[in-house]
């Protein structure tokens, strides 16, 4: 799913993508020259890789995602966002793609790991 950057308004467009297993859904709403808030939540089953036994596991997420979209390059600076630069289209999947991505890339232990840290 695609949306051109033009196309996103003051008022808040509603998305849904469903791919990888995991569902994004939310609103992005137009705030100033060539940026976007882009308020979502990403929830479903995904696969990780456990960083004590290498086993993948399967985990639920349920992520909420707030990231500014930038149309160009950004220039401002912002602490409070993630902010994503797109060339004219917004792209959803590769959106929920790189978040995917950016959740495995984090620290992760499987249950069995996880019990044997606590005891
Ligand atoms: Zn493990």
């Known amino acids: ?20 297993g995991v569902t994004f859904s939310g609103e992005v ?14 929830k479903g089953e995904i696969s990780l890789t456990c960083d004590i036994c290498a086993e993948d596991f399967a985990t639920m997420l349920h ?22 630069e797109i060339n004219d289209i917004l792209d959803f999947d590769a959106l929920v793609h790189s978040e995917i991505e950016l959740i495995r890339n984090d620290y992760h232990s499987c249950e069995n790991c996880k019990k044997q840290e606590r005891n």
């Open 63 to 84: 992520e909420k995602i707030e990231i500014l979209i930038s149309n160009g390059v950004y220039e401002g600076f912002n602490e409070r966002y993630d902010v994503v």
């Open 29 to 42: 709403t137009y705030t100033e020259r060539n940026l976007a808030l882009l308020q979502a939540v990403l």
């Open 1 to 20: 799913m695609n949306i051109p950057f033009r196309r996103i308004t003051p008022t808040p467009t509603e998305f849904k993508v469903d791919l990888e």
